[in-house]
């Protein structure tokens, strides 16, 4: 909970990234993170994704965060999944439920941001994982479909 709070208040206290650079640096009454939210550029919407494993019996979860180019809330989704046998199978998989979901919503140009850097070096072809084939394949599948889309 004190994570989401502290998003919020990043995300309300950003007016440019150098500001916020400096601001989070010096902010000690925000526990420190590796990394940090950023806003998308104008005209584009961010996606952060997250998937949950438990073990390969159980279905995984899914949820994932909508905010546009000023940082505004525009969604937010909690979605069951498919039995997966990998947590990055799960992280995959809530990535293409986003993917799909921010299609449907009709967004052209979409920041999808994830918490895992395996999946992120897989999507930008930095490595390659055989057992996660299918799932890279269905998630460039679906990129091909907007207009600019990029993983970080």
Same mark, same amino acid.
């Given at each position: 909970?004190?994570?989401?709070?502290?998003?919020?208040?990043e995300w309300k206290q950003v007016e440019d990234s150098e500001m916020y650079e400096s601001d989070r640096k010096h902010d000690t009454n925000v526990p420190q993170r590796q990394g940090h939210r950023k806003r998308p550029p104008n $005209?584009?919407?961010?996606?952060n994704t997250d $998937?949950?494993?438990?073990? $390969?019996?159980?279905l995984t979860t899914a949820g994932w965060v909508i905010r546009d180019s000023d940082g505004m809330y525009s969604g937010a989704v909690k979605s069951l999944g498919q039995r997966v046998q990998r947590p990055l199978e799960s992280e995959l998989q809530a990535i293409l439920m986003a993917i799909q979901h921010c299609w449907s919503l009709g967004y $052209?140009?979409?920041?999808?941001?994830?918490?895992?850097?395996?999946a992120k070096e897989i999507?930008?072809?930095n490595k390659l994982q055989f057992h996660v084939y299918n799932w890279t394949r269905d998630i460039k599948w679906w990129c091909d479909k907007f207009e600019d889309i990029c993983f970080q």
């Open positions: 909970m004190q994570y989401a709070k502290n998003d919020a208040k $005209g584009w919407i961010k996606c $998937g949950s494993f438990i073990n $390969g019996n159980s $052209g140009k979409i920041v999808m941001e994830t918490d895992c850097k395996t999507l930008h072809d």
